[in-house]
């Protein structure tokens, strides 16, 4: 027993190492969205035409991950990232600049539902929690790593925008191919089912798959996530992609400086999902939208003050970034990843994964149209307003759904350690 348990132990850190580097390399891909580009207006279009096919990337992610297997879908999902990067590197054509990260942001899309859907099958329900927090600092310091190296390669080559020649986008390329060539290789034996026969599936197992989509919609749990995480994600990806023009623009920094102080966000922002794990694991167990209402008017309370940590000087300001940080990045793979494995059997586990974070790239995408006209009609100084009414109305369906909790039945999810018909 005891050789047994070590060699499914070895396999899950295999697991677990593989796909945090992965995800890792999948934000590579995804931060160089403002490499080289030129007015606000220009990038918010990109962003915006980006995070729309990043929501059917997810879609279709999802249902190829439960349909084919997620690491199949993860390896797919990187190399059409990775094709569509590489062509950038000589793209000087606006059309064709926009359809590359069209493609791209459709690859990007697989990559979500198909690794958690791969966690949600080595790991069971009482110990994903923690697991998906440590998980989760993939995309956050691997987006913050991505940035620095961009910002880096622009800074001080002087090659992101000459001659037709974008290096920014060919590193980024070449680290996603290195995450997806060790993800492939460590994941290359991976074993279909534990040691000897797997217990047959429950009668009602059968049934998951013939109107999945139909499932999912009808499931209360799902459909509060998604419209929670519709404001959640908006938030998140404005902050991610805006807040040096916020500094440079209300605050007064220079570009280097405000660079340099909008990566707190990311910075403090693994933290989030850390303590998240453990509060869940030791204090909450299946209590999430408590958590989540309670983290997000947190979020409210930081974003209303935010003026005043602002105009105490650069302490300040650092604290309210990092607070800022902590509590999305928290929030999100709470409600994102733990809530939705845990709402769904693992058969279902890359669909309501996709379409919950679909439902919330859609909030992505409208995100940088909103803010361009937001700030053009107030300014940036309302900024964090803005923030502060979509954190209430995010905390306030998380209360909602709070209530009606304890009325929530939720079967224990299989594991890959219980079940050996679920495809990896």
């Not at 190492?17 to 030129?38: E, P, Q």
């Not at 419209?227 to 938030?235: Q, S």
């Not at 920094?253 to 694991?281: D, K, N």
């Amino acid at each position: 027993m005891n050789i047994e348990k070590a060699f499914w132990a070895r396999w899950r850190g295999r697991v677990f190492i593989a796909a945090w580097t992965l995800y890792a390399g999948f934000y590579a891909c995804r931060k160089d969205m403002g490499t080289g580009k030129g007015a606000i207006s220009s990038l918010a279009v990109s962003l915006a035409c980006f995070g729309g096919m990043y929501a059917v990337g997810q879609l279709v992610g999802g249902s190829l991950a439960d349909r084919i297997g997620a690491r199949r879908t993860a390896l797919m999902g990187a190399g059409i990232s990775i094709a569509c990067t590489i062509l950038l590197v000589w793209c000087d054509q606006p059309v064709l600049v926009l359809l590359l990260q069209l493609g791209n942001g459709f690859g990007q899309g697989f990559g979500w539902p198909a690794l958690l859907k791969l966690l949600g099958g080595w790991f069971r329900a009482g110990e994903r929690d923690v697991v998906l927090g440590w998980w989760s600092t993939s995309y956050i310091l691997g987006g913050l790593l991505a940035s620095a190296l961009t910002e880096w390669l622009v800074l001080n080559t002087g090659m992101a925008t000459h001659s037709g020649f974008h290096p920014a986008y060919l590193i980024s390329s070449a680290v996603l191919l290195c995450s997806a060539c060790f993800f492939l290789k460590e994941t290359a034996r991976l074993p279909v089912a534990p040691l000897g026969v797997a217990p047959a599936p429950q009668p009602s197992e059968a049934v998951v798959q013939d109107r999945p989509w139909r499932q999912l919609l009808a499931n209360p749990r799902i459909r509060l996530i998604a419209a929670m995480y519709f404001f959640l994600k908006m938030t998140r990806y404005t902050l991610l992609f805006w807040l040096p023009n916020y500094l440079i623009s209300d605050l007064g920094y220079r570009t280097v400086s405000a660079e340099h102080m909008a990566s707190y966000f990311e910075l403090f922002g693994f933290l989030g999902p850390l303590a998240v794990g453990y509060a869940v694991q030791r204090h909450f167990g299946r209590r999430r939208m408590t958590l989540g209402a309670c983290m997000l008017f947190a979020l409210a309370f930081i974003c209303l003050i935010h003026p005043m940590l602002a105009g105490s000087g650069g302490a300040g300001l650092v604290l309210s970034i990092a607070l800022t940080g902590i509590l999305i990045h928290g929030a999100d793979i709470l409600m994102s990843g733990m809530a939705v494995l845990d709402a769904v059997p693992h058969e279902l586990h890359g669909r309501a994964s996709g379409l919950v974070n679909a439902i919330g790239s859609i909030g992505q995408a409208l995100s940088p149209l909103l803010i361009t006209v937001y700030v053009s009609h107030l300014g940036w100084t309302k900024l964090f307003d803005l923030f502060v009414f979509f954190a209430l109305v995010a905390g306030t369906i998380c209360v909602f759904g709070a209530r009606k909790e304890t009325q929530f039945t939720s079967r224990p999810n299989r594991s890959i350690l219980e079940t050996a018909s679920s495809p990896l």
